[in-house]
């Protein structure tokens, strides 16, 4: 089995980070990854994605043009990939950003209190992770244990302090 996800949305947004941490649930799990960031030259504001592929077997390219999911933090992101999704696929958006879903018909289009949920709970700055929590429904086997150690990977040791809020925005985006 192979999941492919797009994440996408502005710099400064975590969005790279996102993508890691989903890589390394793959890897948490034995799984085949890819990792492939995208930005722009702008260091926050400027566009931002990330490619993440999750496979049983050997991943032939990194790209992620046709994806299973896509997470779109932000409008533009939202329109810009929209139609890339692969039929039958999920689309997550922030829906701070996003007011309405698209009319594909053949799409789940999923609806993230992101930002909300992130700064109602005092973890401004993480809804790229509460985003994260909600993705994981898609993910098989995307259990408690796999959840905590690839986090444990994720956070850097100079932002030790801050693992605890990502779990606490990841729990969050599992349960909405």
Wanted: aromatic share 8%; charged share 20%; net charge neutral.
């Amino acid at each position: 089995m192979e999941t492919r996800i797009l994440i996408a949305g502005f710099g400064g947004q975590g969005i790279l980070f996102m993508g890691k941490y989903l890589a390394y649930i793959g890897m948490s799990q034995d799984r085949q990854v890819s990792w492939l960031p995208s930005y722009g030259p702008e260091m926050r504001g400027g566009t931002a994605q990330c490619g993440v592929i999750l496979s049983d077997t050997a991943i032939g390219s990194p790209l992620v043009e046709e994806p299973d999911i896509l997470a779109a933090m932000n409008l533009p992101s939202f329109h810009a990939f929209e139609k890339s999704v692969k039929p039958g696929g999920t689309l997550y958006y922030d829906s701070a950003f996003v007011a309405a879903p698209g009319t594909r018909s053949d799409i789940t289009y999923i609806a993230v209190s992101a930002t909300q949920t992130a700064e109602s709970n005092n973890l401004k700055g993480l809804a790229n992770m509460v985003m994260a929590g909600a993705l994981l429904k898609s993910l098989p086997g995307a259990d408690g244990g796999v959840i905590e150690t690839a986090m444990k990977k994720t956070v850097p040791e100079r932002k030790r302090e801050m693992f605890d809020a990502n779990m606490k925005a990841v729990t969050l985006g599992r349960a909405l």
